[in-house]
């Protein structure tokens, strides 16, 4: 069976220019989709920064999908359009199984391995050429070991295993489960670490990675990446060690880390997750975002996320397929957006989370407040045993982090997704998708 991955083209990266100002490129030999055969021996500087370039455009791919698929799945939201299985299949509508070859599963995982074949080009492409130092090469290499590690993460979210090796698209390694991906993982971020400690950068990070557009910052989110695949471990003291080298602050602002940007030219893209709110008191149920009540009414009294994040609809009767929509999206205000990649906020959280794991309650709690009071709530006052923290931190996670693409994962991993409320009659709990049917072993 001929698999998706061995079907992905390289992806056009020459001109999807991601925000990245006053930049020149050397010509490569094929500037509108540059060609495997043109860069994999003794390729140019030029030709490598292309290469970058394609590899955080491509990170983009599938984003909304993936994170509205889980987050339907989830119970964080539905997402209301023409397509009937976005409140169909995800939902589990009279029980209907999950298809193995639609869109909500098959986006993400063509998203995620162009990705990661870009990223693997990146690497033998600088592998097989004399036009860089050796610092230089470990400047690439780290930078693009880390997007595979990130990507590998979000395919551990969504379907519950992942292909790892695939640099050879003609000898694909075997599917592997939650564990094996994890601590294969690991160990990709520290050698990408290793790397960015004896590293330059001669390429051009988009505007979204300001402020980690240097090997030593960018290492940073390396460390920061190894903190969320550490506590996806269950290794508390591994994603302590991990997150307390990255730009993780308890004092700090909580929007801190790199972040997806989109534009308007003709081969950028926009934020797939922003929807035109309904005004004029119809609600817009054509295409919108809509919010799970429970999140709403579950919420504490004042937390200010709630009505940052999500805002009434002008008509709360306003059904599709007999899900109401009360209401709506507001986490980003034009489809110019940025999307968060790792951002402090979420560090925060897994430093609360690993320090549970590692017996460190008070520490937990700690960090747990500093969320709470950014949200405009007073200190934790419940039991501070490591259950209570754990179900605080869970709940922390749910509204700091509502439509990111967590809660399907969290529920899942503490076994916790039976608890998801059921929205219709018939309706069925999902906890993953599936791979898809070409990919199957």
Not at 330 to 358: F, Q, T, W
Request: hydrophobic share 40%.
């Amino acid at each position: 069976m001929k698999n998706i991955l061995r079907k992905i083209s390289v992806f056009g990266v020459a001109i999807a220019m991601l925000g990245v100002t006053s930049c020149t490129f050397d010509e490569v030999v094929d500037p509108n989709g540059p060609s495997v055969d043109g860069v994999a021996e003794n390729a140019t500087i030029g030709q490598l920064n292309e290469l970058v370039i394609g590899v955080e455009s491509s990170w983009r791919n599938g984003l909304a999908i993936e994170t509205t698929a889980s987050g339907t799945m989830g119970r964080e939201l539905y997402l209301f359009d023409a397509d009937p299985r976005n409140t169909g299949d995800l939902l589990g509508k009279n029980g209907v199984a999950l298809d193995n070859s639609s869109f909500y599963n098959t986006a993400q995982w063509n998203g995620s391995y162009r990705c990661v074949k870009n990223a693997n080009l990146l690497i033998g492409a600088v592998t097989n050429t004399s036009s860089v130092t050796a610092r230089e090469r470990n400047g690439y290499t780290g930078f693009a070991k880390t997007v595979i590690a990130y990507e590998l993460i979000q395919m551990v979210k969504s379907y519950g295993r992942a292909r790892v090796d695939v640099a050879d698209e003609e000898n694909l390694g075997p599917i592997l489960g939650e564990a094996e991906v994890l601590a294969a993982v690991r160990t990709m971020l520290n050698e990408a670490e290793a790397e960015l400690n004896n590293a330059d950068f001669i390429f051009t990070l988009s505007d979204g990675f300001a402020g980690f557009d240097t090997p030593g910052a960018f290492r940073q989110f390396n460390r920061g990446v190894a903190a969320v695949a550490a506590v996806y471990a269950g290794d508390g003291q591994g994603a302590l060690n991990a997150v307390n080298a990255s730009y993780f602050n308890l004092g700090g602002s909580l929007t801190n880390g790199p972040t997806h940007v989109f534009g308007t030219g003709g081969n950028d893209a926009l934020n797939g997750l922003f929807k035109v709110p309904s005004a004029d008191g119809v609600t817009n149920i054509g295409d919108n975002i809509i919010v799970h009540p429970d999140w709403v009414t579950q919420a504490e009294a004042g937390d200010l996320r709630v009505s940052q994040k999500s805002a009434p609809t002008p008509d709360p009767t306003a059904n599709l397929d007999g899900l109401f929509a009360e209401y709506e999206t507001r986490l980003y205000a034009s489809a110019l957006s940025p999307v968060d990649i790792l951002r402090n906020e979420e560090l925060i959280l897994v430093y609360a989370e690993a320090s549970i794991l590692a017996g460190n309650l008070g520490d937990a709690e700690n960090a747990l407040n500093v969320i709470r009071n950014a949200a405009g709530l007073p200190n934790y006052s419940g039991d501070s045993s490591a259950a209570a923290l754990t179900t605080e931190m869970l709940n922390q996670r749910r509204y700091s982090l509502w439509g990111e693409n967590h809660r399907m994962y969290d529920m899942r991993r503490y076994g916790l997704s039976s608890t998801l409320p059921i929205d219709r009659p018939g309706d069925v709990v999902y906890n993953q998708l599936p791979v898809p049917l070409a990919e199957e072993n």
